[in-house]
């Protein structure tokens, strides 16, 4: 009998809670979910004590409990780790994946505090803008995806021209326009701004409203990192044929808003009928009435979420930030600002980008948002699952899965 070196890779997350444990490798994609007993629980612990480099001693008496030797046996097989005899070789040394945080937020108060200023301000990426609303807007699905909201404000085209310059020279790399474009009076002009900054700019229309103005459209002068989004809901489904048989030289693409299954069956054969080049896309959308329909579509289970292929980087990222609202900022047509609508504005079109940015990433409540509340924290795919989303917000509950209530 001998005793043994038992050493994680570096690529493999262990995860505890209470009653139950997962090894997850980070390279292959594969995972062991195990149930702890006393004897688990402590080989657990050792490996995630940082001193012991994710390697421990397993003597011959432990190796020797046969649920201790199959849970070995399983992680090996999933290659997450190692075991070699610890009479032949002197302990292996493992890094621990450990998220590293370079440019973190006690970095930026050093830099405001030393008037130092500058670098936060890149982690804006994504600018939308409201421009006006429309009379085919919805102040549910707007703050679901980006669709025009009811509005009868337009917003001040100049100072937004001011509030995008202060930021344009940084890392913007996306900016979206909303609205119905062409009862503004000075739409043309700043079509013209976006187009000199060369970066890519999609327009978000509601399918009347893009029909109604089409001509208007066909005429704008833009370049090829301009692009159109047509939106359809329910009652504009029918409009589908009609929009593409507008021909265009700017690169378009069809969303249509789902509710329902018949309602994607219907898209479905709409699709399918279509001959056009143009792509589309298909967005599930809360309406008060079709919780049945998100449960069984969008609501992850326990095999769904097993299935989530993700990278060292990528945990990471689900670890310290919100993948779907970081790095975005929203306009609405009075001229406040959002980090994320449903939350209260950041600020208005007359702060800098900077002041923003950095109250975001102090007191905000988007950027940083994690599954780091309950019933989440608790649950043994915390980071392997999506970040919060709209969706919650429009449902009213933490989480879309069904593996921890």
Request: charged share 25%; net charge neutral; proline share 3%.
């Amino acid at each position: 009998m001998q005793d043994y070196w038992l050493t994680i890779n570096s690529e493999t997350f262990l995860w505890v809670k209470e009653t139950s444990g997962i090894f997850y490798n980070s390279k292959n994609h594969k995972n062991l979910v195990f149930h702890l007993n006393d004897r688990l629980k402590h080989l657990c612990d050792m490996l995630c004590d940082n001193e012991n480099l994710y390697s421990i001693e397993i003597s011959a008496e432990v190796y020797d409990d046969n649920e201790i030797k199959q849970w070995i046996n399983d992680l090996i097989q999933i290659q997450a780790g190692s075991l070699s005899p610890k009479s032949d070789t002197p302990k292996p040394i493992s890094m621990p994946p450990k998220l590293k945080i370079q440019n973190n937020i006690d970095y930026y108060k050093f830099e405001q505090n030393n008037s130092i200023g500058g670098s936060i301000v890149s982690n804006l990426n994504e600018l939308t803008i409201h421009v006006n609303g429309s009379k085919q807007g919805n102040q549910s699905f707007f703050k679901q995806t980006l669709y025009p909201m009811l509005s009868n404000q337009e917003v001040d085209l100049d100072k937004v021209i001011c509030f995008i310059h202060g930021c344009k020279n940084r890392s913007l790399k996306q900016i979206n326009i909303i609205g119905n474009l062409f009862s503004l009076k000075k739409i043309n002009h700043f079509i013209q701004y976006l187009v000199e900054l060369n970066l890519p700019v999609a327009i978000y229309m509601n399918a009347i409203d893009f029909l109604e103005n089409r001509r208007q459209l066909k005429k704008l002068e833009v370049n090829d990192f301009f692009s159109f989004k047509v939106l359809f809901e329910q009652s504009t489904y029918d409009l589908y044929s009609h929009v593409n048989r507008i021909e265009f030289t700017t690169k378009l693409t069809n969303i249509f808003l789902v509710f329902s299954e018949q309602g994607y069956q219907k898209i479905d054969d709409l699709i399918q009928s279509d001959t056009s080049e143009n792509d589309y896309q298909v967005l599930p959308i809360f309406n008060g009435e079709n919780l049945n329909f998100f449960k069984s579509y969008v609501f992850l289970n326990e095999k769904d979420v097993k299935k989530i292929k993700l990278s060292k980087r990528h945990i990471f990222i689900r670890h310290s930030l919100n993948v779907f609202d970081f790095g975005k900022l929203t306009i609405l047509p009075d001229g406040k600002i959002y980090s994320n609508i449903n939350e209260e504005p950041l600020g208005t079109l007359d702060d800098k980008p900077y002041d923003l940015v950095y109250k975001e990433f102090v007191a905000g409540k988007s950027w940083l948002n994690t599954r780091k509340d309950k019933p989440c924290n608790d649950c043994l795919y915390q980071y392997l699952c999506p970040s919060p989303s709209a969706y919650e917000r429009a449902i009213g509950q933490s989480n879309l899965c069904t593996v921890y209530r």
